[in-house]
């Protein structure tokens, strides 16, 4: 069901600042087992309960920021000044993947990072670096399906030359599409659509997996990996799961273990874009982090992402 657009700045707000929420809430447990995080937080409540300090975010919110960044400066990707925003955001300390880690150095050196990301890993990394990043992606081009598909390619391509990497990427990019046009979610239609852009069996098998999910335990054997094609479907099964709630999807997914700050970002993404900041737990929005490039600069990001869009997709109102 088509939503009307009054709510569309707050769904842009909800989706960066709920990537940062998850990622920085993901990011306390990153590579712990699920059942060391469920003995002290055995449910999505007592998490969100828990912090009182400062929520850092990690390398996810970071590059997502670059995104963000180069499409409102340029309305579109353009490699050249998305390498120069990664690099003019690259804080080495927020963890970042290794491979990502040596394309970033060599493109800060002003090195070859294209052959670097072509062969640090055979074939490229298929790693779920691109898809945390995405969101802004799925924002600006929420209202044109081949450009969003081509958009969020080239916004891999820096780091993420894998099909894998890439086609992660572009998935959860049509997730937050899907759910930023979305007043009352229905899931079946949500699923139809990402099947039917589906390029690769791999993705086709998840996503179909994804479908079926019913309960929160079912996420388990999606995957909680730092592949893209062990983290992206999960995600986008856990908002479909739990689609009104942004504490049971981001929750729910952080109890998976793994690579709980990207699973998170991800999922938070796709539910901040579909609930808005309205339904964001406000006290979590407000611990994030007070840096210049914290939950404020987030908040004034998206609406400046919410410019570009509409002055690149939108007829100017009658006077
Ligand atoms: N890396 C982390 N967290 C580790 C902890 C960091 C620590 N705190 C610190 O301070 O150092 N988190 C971040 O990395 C993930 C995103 O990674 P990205 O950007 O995809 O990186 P990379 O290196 O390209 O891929 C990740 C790993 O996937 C495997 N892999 C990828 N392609 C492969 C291929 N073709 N063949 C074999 N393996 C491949 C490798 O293990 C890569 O290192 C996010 O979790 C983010 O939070
Ligand atoms: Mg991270
Ligand atoms: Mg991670």
């Known amino acids: 069901m088509a939503c009307s657009d009054s709510m569309l700045k707050d769904r842009f707000r909800g989706c960066l600042l709920g990537l940062a929420v998850g990622d920085a809430l993901g990011g ?34 970071q590059m997502a920021i670059g995104v963000a960044e180069a499409l ?26 290794r491979g990502a880690r040596v394309v970033l150095d060599t493109m800060e050196e002003g090195g ?18 691109a898809a945390m990043r995405v969101a802004p992606v799925g924002l600006m081009f929420r209202d ?8 969020a390619r080239r916004s891999a391509l820096p780091t993420h030359r894998h099909p894998l990497g890439i086609e992660g990427a572009q998935l959860l990019a049509l997730a937050v599409s899907f759910a930023s046009h979305t007043c009352r979610f ?33 996420l388990v054997g999606l ?14 099964a856990a908002f479909a799961l739990t689609p009104e709630s942004f504490e049971e999807t981001v929750g729910n997914l952080i109890l998976l273990g793994g690579d709980t700050d990207t699973l998170a970002a991800m999922g938070g993404a ?39 869009y509409e002055r690149r997709f939108r007829q100017p109102s009658p006077a």
């Not at 070859?112 to 790693?127: I, L, R, T």
């Not at 044109?144 to 958009?151: A, K, N, V, Y």
């Open 223 to 236: 995957g909680n990996r730092i592949e893209a094609l062990h983290s992206v479907p999960t995600s986008i």
């Open 28 to 61: 306390r447990f990153e590579a712990k087992a699920a059942e060391h995080i469920r003995a002290r937080f055995p449910t999505p409540a007592a998490l969100f309960a828990y912090p009182d300090d400062e929520l850092w975010y990690t390398d996810d919110t």
């Open 112 to 129: 070859d990072y294209q052959a670097v990301a072509e062969k640090h890993f055979p074939g490229g990394s298929y790693g779920n670096g």
């Open 144 to 151: 044109e399906r081949q450009q969003l598909w081509e958009q």
């Open 270 to 308: 796709i539910s901040g874009a579909y609930l808005g900041e309205r339904q964001l737990p406000g006290r979590l929005v407000g611990l994030l982090e007070t840096s210049p490039k914290g939950g404020a600069y987030l908040g004034q990001l998206a609406d400046e992402l919410f410019s570009a």
């Open 72 to 97: 409102t400066a340029h309305g579109e990707i353009i490699e050249e000044h998305l390498c120069r925003a990664f690099v003019s955001n690259y804080v080495p300390s927020r963890g970042y993947g």
């Open 186 to 218: 229905d899931r079946e239609a949500f699923f139809a659509d990402l099947l039917g852009a589906c390029e690769s069996e791999e993705y086709r098998a998840k996503l179909q997996s994804a479908a079926e999910v019913k309960t929160p335990a079912d």
